[in-house]
């Protein structure tokens, strides 16, 4: 079943609407005497942001309490919203959102997946209405996008128990259960001493397994599932994060070895192999096909281990074999159409510029390839290591030799100091050394050196000003 979080209690949301009506008192009016207004959200962190609304004298640029409560949470890491409590020094019995408020509620439900709740304070009494987003606005104006909070998809299966592996034996692309049956993938088997990142993929419910929003092409919505399953996650300022400690909380039953069938249809990728010195035999499969609950048009999703080198020369290999039509580029990629978004130039671009061919298609088979190190890396987060905060930087990537990997390392010089960022989502692998870029995540304590860590591709973004 899916819950939220934090209990809804006639006190928890009680203390939200005090904290709507303490912040009236920011309002930035233009004159003494107006209604003041005043908004506080609750997020799935359990950390609460208020504000005033910021009065214009034209009235057309006014920034509505409401709006400057979640642009607030947004701006901080925190768009996951439980809540929305208003409050106004207005004569109307309830103080009731306008419907541009209503209007961004809409819009900012949409993107996190969660229907959250809109607490609407009374005038002359302590009590409230609360209405959902899609209650005070059931026919918004849409992009495209449905409030219809987490997107879910049944599957029926039993999970691999037979050859089990010891849980400090985890590598990258293993499927592991954990222990309320949810199975997932392992994205960093050494991401701190003794723990994994575990990106959760189908979670159990009546039955069955409930598989979750995609992490790279619905960040937020897969953060949103996340907190709503009661998973333990850990919250890095504003990013839930599936991290487990591994003995004996974690079983993991590995990766697959290539199956007869596809080495036929993968021929011509495996010829790229050869002549990129890469041991098909060392490929291994993860996933759905892993699993055994592929459909008939799931991806290959393919643990590659290689060099820097091989990497390099893999994808020069690739994009020539792209541009003479021997593999193409799938048309359904989430993952393209995402990259294709922030990148400059799109696919073409990344193909061309020899950057990134990492999912492709072959005889009408969708291949997607993950790249892991030959050798055993250390932990990315050293244990006494913990986060600090949220920031963007800006400046030219000096060193992203490592940036092809699952666990992407690269080195980004903002104005002489050299800010050192591991990323976890796909962006990061395009990247090479002189590139100019923006780039936003979580600040570690791990000083002297400045240690930023990326999760999701939402909020932790890569933008390109310009590139190498």
């Known amino acids: 079943m899916v819950h939220d ?12 609407v005090l904290r709507a009506r303490a912040a009236v008192a920011q309002a930035f009016t233009t004159a003494p005497g107006g209604t003041r207004y005043g908004a506080a959200v609750l997020t799935a962190g359990g ?31 925190e768009p996951d919203i439980i809540a929305l409590a208003v409050a106004s020094t207005g004569s109307e019995p309830v103080t009731r959102p306008c419907g541009v408020c209503r209007q961004t509620f809409a819009e900012h439900a949409a993107r996190t997946g969660r229907d959250f709740e809109v607490l609407m304070a009374f005038r002359d009494q302590t009590g409230f209405e609360t209405r959902k987003v899609s209650q005070l606005l059931p026919n918004s104006w849409s992009p495209g996008q449905e409030i219809s909070g987490m997107a879910v998809e049944h599957r029926s299966f039993v999970t691999r128990v037979a050859g089990a592996i010891p849980s400090d034996m985890l590598s990258t692309g293993d499927q592991v259960t954990l222990p309320d049956q949810s199975v997932g993938m392992v994205w960093d088997a050494k991401h701190r001493p003794n723990e994994a990142l575990i990106k959760v993929k189908y979670s159990p419910c009546d039955q069955r397994h409930v598989k979750l929003p995609h992490s790279f092409t619905q960040p937020l919505v897969y953060q949103s599932a996340l907190t709503r399953l009661r998973f333990p996650t850990f919250d890095f300022h504003g990013s839930r994060v599936a991290l487990q400690q591994t003995a004996p909380h974690v079983q993991g039953f590995g990766t697959v070895a290539l199956p007869e069938d596809i080495h036929e249809s993968a021929a011509k990728l495996w010829d790229e192999f050869d ?32 060099s820097t080198e091989q990497i390099a020369r893999l994808r020069l290999n690739l994009g020539a074999s792209v541009e003479r039509g021997d593999l193409s580029i799938p048309d359904h990629s989430g993952t393209w159409k995402r990259l294709e978004r922030v990148f400059p130039g799109g696919r073409s671009a990344a193909v061309a510029q020899r950057r990134y061919a990492d999912t492709l298609v072959t005889n009408g088979q969708t291949l997607a390839l993950i790249f892991v190190p030959t050798s055993v890396e250390p932990p990315s987060i050293p244990a006494e290591t913990t986060p600090i905060g949220r920031q963007a930087f800006f400046g030219r990537v000096v060193e992203a030799s490592a940036s092809a990997f699952k666990r992407a390392r690269f080195t980004v010089d903002c104005g002489g100091e050299l800010v050192s960022v591991t990323s976890y989502h796909k962006t990061a692998n395009l990247l090479r050394e002189g590139d100019v870029v923006s780039v936003s995540g979580c600040v570690m304590n791990a000083a002297p050196e400045t240690k930023v860590v990326q999760y999701y591709s939402q909020p932790d973004s890569i933008i390109w000003w310009s590139t190498a």
């Open 275 to 306: 002549r990129s010195g890469i041991e098909i035999a060392n490929v291994r499969i993860t996933g759905s096909r892993a699993l055994g609950i592929n459909q008939a048009t799931s991806d290959w999703d393919l643990i590659v281990p290689a």
């Open 5 to 16: 979080p934090i209990p809804k209690t006639s006190d928890t949301y009680a203390r939200l």
């Open 47 to 77: 950390r609460v942001y208020d504000s005033g609304q910021y009065s214009s004298f034209n009235h057309c640029t006014n920034i509505h309490a409401e709006q400057g409560a979640i642009l607030l949470a947004t701006m901080t890491g």
